[in-house]
């Protein structure tokens, strides 16, 4: 039951045939070469980027002032990762990334998925009220407040450690809202009154009927909640210069007066590695999140 | 699925207190109670304390700074009202950060707009391997903001960048991505897109999906051939969605931080030389880091926070008539469902809930 709601209605599709009938009206052909010629199109436009700069840090930096760029990769990859090593921390930053995204995704799944069940399918005063409230939030910039968490960061002598990266971020609106949005129609009123009816205490009853209910939504939101902390940049950069999350390290490679861009390149395709290789496991997930988000609004 | 059909849960009956003996009862029921009462306010309080304490605190004290003299050192210096907001009103800086961030995200959100329509309508096709080639267009997204910015902070370099290169071998003069206004502005614009015109045009290919097939069989029948149907059935039905992708490209464009920041790293003022690139973020950022006072740059912070509630504002009146909208019509066909299914025996309903409670049943154990 949940497989189907999670999703969207076209991933069905190319498995059934089309009718026969349907074909004379030109709507549900097979497109002509037109189209896979703007699709391949699309393809290079998004990953030529990536490949020329794995072409650049492969390469000497004196290729950099050819007239022609050239096509193929250099041999130098790992002479330039090993320079990217020597500027900046980047296994501590790697690690640093994975420990605030994890805790932050852990985080943010779990309140969610609490507070969304509760507004999804708990009756108490003020819940429709509450509801707005979390809506409203949605919109809030809460990025500039980064002045008083700065403030407050320091006060604690927070700044330099990983928590002070985590803590802004352990809970999102949003979150809430793309719980709620769908528990609300997987689960049924019965399924809840059973459970209760059956003796089951609310906590046990949410543990029972609404994680099993909202696991793929929660695999959606900690895909996307992980992405966002893992790309952070603004905060990480105010607290910890000097325990670099990885993209802080990353943008350290630049920060010298002169830069040598196979080097930064090469560090930029080997940061990029790890969500490649996330997006490789996952992008299934994340292509029907996006489309599933978008039809909930 | 079935839930749609369940009536009201008017028929439900309160569960019958039985067997326990008669000591126990009225503390497990009070407990109960206690239990069905609170839980709802217990599960939303995380979230409402924590997000009270890291995103609305820091959001209303904010105010409190602009309104100080306050250094990031020497701490609180005074009260002084609205000064910091008077001076940032008057200060060519401050708008010259705005002017940027504004023309960096029409640049940005315009042509994201158009090339995630038209990469959507190739995607609405019935084309060969979907998945393959929706998960393609998404591939940038999975590129931080930094190390795009690496990329192409390398690909627009003024002398030995990729682009000018290129331009050079067709006798073309190179231009000054990093020096001059306009052209840096392209030149973050373009980073953005790179980034988001996939992620956008997924959102809009699902609600393309969501267009009725039906509808345009008939319009084919009438004779209206696929551009025609595009223009004048696809764009309007996406209409609520285009605009939804337009309101959260902007609340976020409006921060836009990372890109100009890490565009040209070897200018002393973040932004470019003569500012040509800094974004009110940025502006922000130095204006309380760098230069140290706290009080304006929350001033700006609080400019800048009324500019996108604004848009906030104006995206929940818009969301609100599309959500009214579809309420209208959800009301229309849980009429006729509802009306369907009075018409059925009631012992079938019966058999249906059961069913419910036995598939509880089965999970439970």
């Known amino acids: ?297 | 699925m079935t839930a749609t059909l369940t009536p009201p849960p008017a028929t439900t009956t309160p569960p019958p207190p039985r067997r326990a003996p008669k000591d126990k009862q009225p503390f497990r029921h009070r407990l109960s109670r206690f239990d069905v009462k609170a839980s709802p306010y217990i599960y939303i309080a995380p979230f409402f304390i924590l997000f009270g304490l890291v995103g609305l605190f820091p959001l209303g004290y904010t105010f409190v700074v602009s309104l100080n003299k306050w250094n990031l050192l020497t701490g609180p210096a005074g009260f002084i009202g609205l000064d910091n907001y008077v001076a940032e009103l008057n200060d060519p800086f401050f708008w010259n950060s705005l002017f940027n961030t504004v023309s960096i995200f029409l640049l940005s959100a315009i042509p994201q707009l158009v090339g995630a329509v038209l990469i959507a309508a190739v995607l609405d096709q019935n084309i060969r391997a979907k998945t393959f080639w929706r998960m393609s267009v998404l591939i940038p997204y999975v590129v931080t903001p930094v190390a795009v910015t690496l990329i192409f902070s390398s690909a627009f370099d003024e002398k030995y960048g990729l682009i000018n290169n290129l331009l050079a071998s067709f006798h073309l003069d190179p231009v000054m991505w990093k020096t001059e206004t306009f052209p840096s502005h392209v030149a973050i614009a373009t980073m953005v897109n790179w980034r988001w015109t996939g992620y956008n045009a997924l959102i809009l290919l699902a609600a393309m999906q969501a267009v009725p097939r039906d509808i345009y069989e008939s319009a084919a029948l009438d004779g209206a051939g696929a551009v025609r149907r595009f223009f004048s059935m696809t764009l309007p039905s996406i209409r609520p969605t285009m605009i939804f992708v337009i309101i959260t490209a902007t609340v976020g464009g409006l921060q836009i931080f990372t890109e100009p920041k890490l565009f040209n790293p070897t200018t002393a003022t973040p932004g470019g030389p003569q500012r040509q690139y800094q974004t009110t973020v940025l502006y922000l950022w130095d204006l309380a880091f760098n230069r140290q006072n706290f009080g304006k740059a929350s001033a700006v912070a609080w400019l800048l926070f009324l500019i996108i509630v604004l848009f906030g504002v104006l995206n929940f009146l818009v969301s609100r008539r599309i959500a009214s909208t579809e309420a209208r019509v959800s009301k229309r066909r849980m009429t006729k469902l509802l009306n369907d299914h009075n018409q059925q025996k009631t012992d079938r309903a019966a058999q249906g809930s059961l069913a419910v409670i036995a598939a509880a049943e089965e999970k439970r154990s």
């Open chain 1, 1 to 297: 039951m949940t497989a189907t709601i999670t999703r969207p209605r076209a991933e069905a599709d190319p498995a059934a045939p089309q009718p026969k009938s349907r074909k004379p009206l030109g709507i549900d052909r097979r497109p002509g070469f037109l189209t896979y010629g703007l699709l391949i199109a699309f393809f290079i436009g998004g990953t030529y980027p990536l490949y020329w700069s794995f072409v650049a840090g492969s390469s000497p930096s004196s290729v950099l002032t050819d007239t022609w760029p050239p096509l193929l990769p250099g041999g130098l990859f790992w002479q330039n990762v090993g320079a990217v090593m020597d500027t900046v921390p980047f296994w501590m930053s790697l690690l640093n990334s994975v420990v605030v995204s994890a805790i932050i995704t852990v985080s943010v799944v779990f309140f969610s998925t609490l507070a969304g069940y509760s507004f999804a399918k708990l009756k108490f005063r003020g819940r429709e009220g509450l509801l707005v409230f979390v809506v409203a939030t949605l919109a809030v910039p809460t990025q500039l407040g980064i002045i008083p968490l700065f403030m407050v960061m320091k006060q604690f002598g927070w700044t330099g450690s990983l928590g002070a990266v985590v803590v802004p971020t352990l809970v999102t609106a949003f979150g809430v809202f793309f719980m709620r949005q769908y528990l609300v129609d997987v689960i049924p009123e019965e399924l809840i009154e059973a459970a209760r009816v059956d003796g089951a205490s609310m906590i046990a009853t949410f543990w029972h009927v609404g994680i099993p209910a909202a696991r793929p939504a929660m695999a959606i939101l900690g895909l996307f909640t992980f992405m966002t902390a893992w790309t952070d940049y603004l905060w990480p950069l105010l607290v910890v210069p000097q325990n670099p999350t990885l993209q802080v390290a990353l943008s350290q490679l630049q920060s010298a007066k002169y830069v040598d861009y196979s080097i930064v390149l090469a560090g930029a395709v080997l940061a990029t590695i790890p969500l490649l290789v996330l997006f490789v496991l996952a992008g299934r997930q994340l292509v029907s999140g996006i489309m599933a988000g978008a039809v909930k609004g």
